[in-house]
């Protein structure tokens, strides 16, 4: 078309159909005359029918655009975000069991010191009363003993009349079945 000269063709239409032309050209910043060739070749290339306002064909595209779009996310949430919750859920169960077990193990630590500690004051009363046993017990062989030389001494100054060395070990033997008592 460089060399030849094009002729204008012209159409007409009622003065309604002319404003709203106008109307429609300055809303998108074109001509009445490059509208017209845009819509033509809009037309031409969709093969779509310009009558048909609802167009069923744009509205299958949409659907199948929409119906793409959601198998998409469905095989998204299939592949990603129900292993990753999958395992986020376990993850969780793991923690709330060591949580539980070292809960139990602190209670458990817990029981055992007190425990212990009820073992340590059992242990000291029964130290404090084996102390105060051995003190009985040195203070009854004391005794004893100081009841046995008392007799022996007395019974020298009554004059039994048995020789020293005999005395002495006799008085030896009872102090020593004393001490074992």
């Known amino acids: 078309m460089e060399g030849k ?6 159409v007409k239409f009622s003065l309604q159909v002319d404003t709203k032309l106008d109307n429609l050209a300055r809303k998108l910043g074109r001509t009445k005359r490059a509208l017209v060739i845009q819509m033509i070749d809009y037309f031409f290339s969709t093969k779509k029918d310009p009558a048909d306002i609802n167009d ?10 929409i119906n793409r779009i959601l198998s998409f996310i469905k095989q998204q949430e299939k592949d990603l975000l129900v292993p990753n919750f999958n395992l986020s859920s376990e993850v ?4 709330h069991n060591q949580v539980c ?5 602190s209670q458990a630590l817990h029981d055992l010191s007190i425990l212990l500690k009820g073992m340590n ?3 000291d009363s029964l130290n404090r009363q084996l102390d105060s046993e051995k003190i009985k017990k040195s ?9 046995v030389s008392s007799f022996l001494k007395e019974r020298d100054a009554i004059g039994w009349s048995l ?8 008085y030896k033997k009872l102090i020593s079945d ?3 008592l």
């Open 139 to 147: 203070v009854l062989i004391t005794n004893a003993v100081n009841l």
């Open 56 to 65: 069923h064909a744009l509205r299958n595209q949409l659907s199948q655009g």
């Open 121 to 123: 004051r059992t242990l």
């Open 5 to 10: 000269i094009e002729k204008n063709r012209s």
């Open 178 to 180: 004393i001490y074992k």
């Open 92 to 95: 969780m169960k793991l923690l």
């Open 163 to 170: 020789n020293s060395a005999k005395k002495d070990e006799l």
């Open 101 to 105: 077990e070292s809960a139990q193990h």
